[in-house]
């Protein structure tokens, strides 16, 4: 994956100071809790949803099941339609692929569709390498290139900025890029898109070379399809001679009538409406309409090894809505950036291990991100339990075991900082086997009570930093049961 | 060997755990939900569409055959347009009322000239009720997809009932998957800023759908 | 009919009050209680930081010392879900390990038998109205598991309408975790505490005296909140509330 976030401290640490920047929690909070209900609401008005959820889960399922075929079927049916289908190993394969591409046409300036595989493999940076500047044209992902900034949501990537902050960037930064924003910029949320429409209008109009991603593709009659809301998107796919697509591999749906599933459950998911504003779908080439060449590449990138994960595996359904970002209590105190990927949240906590490995010290702690409440299983819209997969995958890290690594099958080592842990729990489970052992350590507890602390020192601060421990009762449970045979004699 | 071989034989060694006569698509695949939500007189389905796009902020119209080129005029004129781009074959009555310069939908012509353009007029192919949807297909009433983006202002005619149905579900067996389509809710909007829908962003920040009754 | 209480090793050693309000409570609607002094850990704690193969013993366990009873009821909404949930979900990846049926056939047996407390109350006894006596001003936090993982949904909510002199008022944000977590209290300590202040917050803002739950690990960490920030309510597990009577109140 890119290589931003190469050296990011662990999921903890940076969550710390995440929790102590009030404006971002306040961003945060504002941001959630109103998308939060609105999703309810929009969910509501469906009363088959729990049927929609099914069959979205179902249809995944099969598709990643039997990947290799589809994976077959789409690329005969793009290239019957006019398209070419190139297939990236990696992210340096799929950035060579495309840098050529764009190289073929002799432009040296593109223009993009807001897209998670080539924020993932870090194109916009290959591309600069190259020397072809990449214009991101989705609002969100403009305020984050303009500012400098990491995206820190998957649907809403400047989720993490409020419209003052973004008055200021557009104030200070736009004119570097191209047309100035307008004098006097309110912080307007109308004011500001305004500025962005004109900004962009220009590079859209002179654009030769457009890239994408995409939320779907039928296998069966090789279309892609883009969900959005801007009309940014809609002129990346059609306006340039040239259109290249970069789409992960699991993002295949067998038939065009499964659309009619996602199409109704993503964007009540993602923006909380009955319908995006605009949803484009393009089947190869049309003659006189739009792009005159489409390539896809098609992106594994650490795919495959999730695929070999027959519990992890259910991540590759994600339909990227961010639902479970926006429910997420964590994720909304810790904020996007503490997660050191592109995908933040509970569904990146499962995804960047998976995609990336465990090997890192962020990538290891991202299991450990969550408080297994449950609140992103009950919204997913293709049910993945990602409580499950989080579970799973800690146990790889304590664990080790066989897994799978670019292609290969590996074993992998128990992660070293959690040995102290090991022993504990290996501990607790031989005391736990042994009910005289536990009864006396419980003893033991009751006898000293008056000396224990309501603090910690040390390790214990980790609790004892901001709780009170509870006071050690006079006499366990078990004990009083034993006096007073279970309640029947005297108190 | 090369990464198309590489990463399909990827996938191969990754599925090895499911059986080769697991279910079939059809079978694997329930389908236990609705093809439409609620049942709705034809004119209450219309009536549904009216409202779902009213509520995303398009603008909704209804006229009859005799109605509708004066309110095309009208509807031109309010937005100060002198040009209008039209597709090929959109029925050369809806805009006769109207004193206007029609561009014409070339392949020739530029982004830079479209954007020159103050307003387009189009048919669709589909209305969606339930999500408030107009469905384009680049038939010869709808022209190429560019002309419905780069103009401002877009007039989108609706012929009601026929080209309504109720839900997604009915709008895709109707749509052909080869042609590029356009779905359309509104004018463009965007949640980018603290998650809250504003409209006007880069497509046409006024829609203006007119139900022609038939 | 033969009803086991697992009380949790958490409530065994630091709540006892939880398990003898337990014990009369069901003894006062008829049902003999037994406690199997075998009973020690559901294994939760190891399954869910990453050692599952360290809880599968405890299962085993859990699976022996309960096998024999109609019914086994237990005051947590987490070590219910654990067996409910969870311990089909070990005997399944066993299986897939190719180490055979045997773990899904020892758990198998209990897995329907296990009710969290206020299931056992609603739907085995039918009872909502237990005849208690509580007079205060109490708030509800449905906790993560009972909530969502049992799908416990009203049946709190029910039996706290019922209780005579008690006037229960909403939490707000009810459903949103209250960031214990179990190792995430310490692995993740400054997002757990974040999350605890905000319920504290919304539990102080009902105006409440006592804040209830059917879970003393949540009410551990909300509780050491409260302590901790010297807010006016009190953490107090929802059986100790259904105990309590007018000849035999709660304090």
């Not at chain 1, 792009?291 to 990138?301: C, G, I, K, M, S």
């Not at chain 2, 002198?82 to 809806?94: G, K, N």
Request: charged share 25%; aromatic share 6%; net charge negative.
């Amino acid at each position: 994956m890119s290589s931003t976030f190469v050296g990011m401290p662990a999921f903890p640490e940076a969550a710390r100071a995440a929790v102590d920047d009030p404006t971002l929690r306040a961003n945060l909070r504002h941001a959630t809790h109103t998308i939060r209900a609105k999703r309810a609401r929009a969910v509501a008005e469906l009363a088959d949803w729990a049927g929609l959820r099914a069959a979205g889960r179902r249809i995944k399922d099969h598709t990643l099941r039997h990947l290799d075929r589809y994976l077959e079927q789409l690329e005969a049916s793009v290239t019957g339609a006019g398209g070419t289908v190139h297939w990236a190993a990696d992210a340096d394969e799929a950035n060579r692929i495309v840098a050529g591409l764009v190289k073929e046409t002799g432009e040296s300036e593109v223009v993009k569709v807001k897209s998670m595989a080539t924020q993932e493999i870090g194109l916009n940076e290959a591309l600069e390498a190259e020397g072809i500047r990449a214009y991101e044209t989705d609002l969100a992902e403009l305020i984050v290139q303009l500012g400098k900034d990491r995206p820190s949501h998957i649907l809403v990537p400047a989720i993490h900025r409020n419209r003052g902050e973004i008055r200021d960037i557009f104030a200070h930064e736009m004119a570097a890029w191209g047309r100035p924003a307008p004098e006097n910029l309110t912080d307007t949320p109308a004011d500001l898109a305004e500025a962005a429409r004109l900004h962009l209008r220009e590079k859209f109009l002179r654009a030769k070379v457009g890239i994408s991603g995409a939320n779907f593709m039928v296998a069966e009659t090789g279309t892609l399809v883009v969900v959005e809301s801007e009309g940014n998107g809609r002129m990346c796919l059609t306006l340039p001679e040239t259109l290249i697509s970069v789409v992960g591999i699991e993002k295949i749906v067998p038939t065009w009538r499964d659309l009619e599933v996602f199409l109704q459950t993503l964007p009540r998911s993602a923006t909380a409406e009955r319908m995006n504003p605009y949803t484009s779908t393009w089947t190869g080439t049309t003659d006189e309409d739009g792009p005159r060449a489409f390539h896809l590449v098609l992106l594994d990138n650490g795919r495959t090894d999730a695929l070999a994960d027959r519990v992890g595996r259910q991540a590759l359904r994600c339909i990227r809505c961010s639902a479970c970002l926006n429910v997420c209590p964590v994720y909304e105190r810790a904020g996007g950036h503490a997660y050191g990927s592109v995908y933040p949240g509970p569904i990146g906590a499962i995804l960047t291990p998976q995609l990336r490995g465990t090997a890192s010290e962020i990538d290891a702690s991202l299991p450990y991100a969550s408080s297994l409440c449950g609140a992103c299983y009950e919204v997913c819209p293709v049910a993945i339990d990602i409580p499950e997969v989080l579970v799973h995958l800690r146990e790889r890290v304590v664990e080790g075991g066989p897994a799978v690594r670019r292609g290969n099958k590996v074993v992998l080592r128990p992660a070293r900082g959690h040995a102290a842990e090991r022993a504990a729990m290996r501990a607790a489970a031989w005391a736990f086997g042994h009910p005289s052992a536990l009864r006396t350590g419980q003893r033991l507890a009751s006898r000293s009570r008056r000396l224990h602390p309501r603090a910690l020192p040390g390790p214990g601060r980790a609790w004892s930093g901001t709780r009170d421990l509870p006071a050690v009762p006079a006499e366990p449970f078990r004990d009083w049961w034993l006096r007073t045979r279970g309640g029947k004699d005297a108190k | 060997m090369n990464s198309r071989e590489r990463i399909l034989g990827r996938v191969r060694r990754a599925l090895a755990d499911v059986p080769p006569d697991e279910r079939p698509y059809e079978e694997a695949v329930p389908r236990d939900y609705l093809r439409e939500h609620g049942k709705r007189t034809v004119e209450e389905t219309v009536e549904l569409l009216a409202e779902n796009l009213a509520d995303y902020r398009a603008i909704v119209h209804r006229a009859d055959a005799e109605e509708l080129p004066l309110l095309v005029m009208r509807l031109l004129a309010a937005h100060g347009s002198q040009e209008a781009v039209v597709p090929p074959e959109l029925p050369p009555w809806w805009t006769a009322a109207a004193d206007l310069v029609r561009i014409h939908d070339r392949a020739a012509d530029t982004p830079q000239r479209l954007d020159r353009v103050g307003s387009v007029v189009t048919g669709c192919a589909v209305a969606i009720a339930e999500t408030g949807t107009v469905v384009l297909d680049g038939s010869p009433d709808q022209g190429r997809r560019r002309i419905s983006l780069v103009p401002d202002h877009h007039i989108c005619v609706v012929r009601v009932p026929e080209q309504v149905v109720a839900s997604v579900p009915q709008a895709l067996e109707r749509l052909d998957p080869t042609r590029p389509l356009t779905w359309i809710s509104g004018p463009s909007a965007t949640s980018d800023i603290e998650l809250d829908r504003v409209e006007g962003v880069h497509g046409p920040r006024t829609l203006e759908v007119i139900l022609l009754d038939g | 009919m033969r009803v086991a209480l697992f009380l949790t090793c958490v409530n065994d050693a630091l709540y006892p009050e939880t398990g003898k309000a337990v014990v009369k409570l069901l003894t006062r609607l008829g049902v003999e209680v037994d406690f199997p002094m075998g009973q020690t850990c559901c294994g939760q704690a190891h399954y869910n930081t990453g050692y599952r193969h360290e809880a599968e013993p405890l299962a085993r366990r859990f699976a022996e010392v309960f096998g024999e009873y109609e019914a086994v009821v237990t005051p947590s909404g987490s070590c219910g879900a654990m067996v409910r949930e969870l311990y089909p979900r070990m005997g399944e990846r066993a299986r897939a390990e190719g180490r055979g049926d045997s773990l899904a056939r020892t758990l198998a047996p209990v897995v329907p038998r296990t009710y969290e407390l206020t299931e056992f109350l609603v739907d085995v006894l039918g009872v909502t109205d237990v005849g208690a006596w509580y007079p205060h001003t109490v708030t509800y936090h449905p906790t993560c598991h009972g909530l969502r993982g049992l799908g416990l949904g009203e049946r709190p909510h029910r039996l706290l309408a019922a209780v005579r002199g008690l006037d229960l008022v909403e939490l707000p944000g009810a459903e949103e975790c209250c960031g214990f977590g179990g190792t995430f209290a310490v692995k993740n300590a400054a997002v757990s505490a974040a999350m605890g202040a905000d319920k504290v917050r919304n539990a102080e803002s009902t105006g409440a005296e006592v804040l209830c739950a059917a879970d003393n690990s949540c009410l551990m960490h909300i509780g050491g909140t409260l302590s901790r920030l010297r807010a006016g309510v009190r953490p107090v597990h929802i059986a100790e509330i259904l105990a309590s009577t007018e000849e035999d109140p709660a304090l």
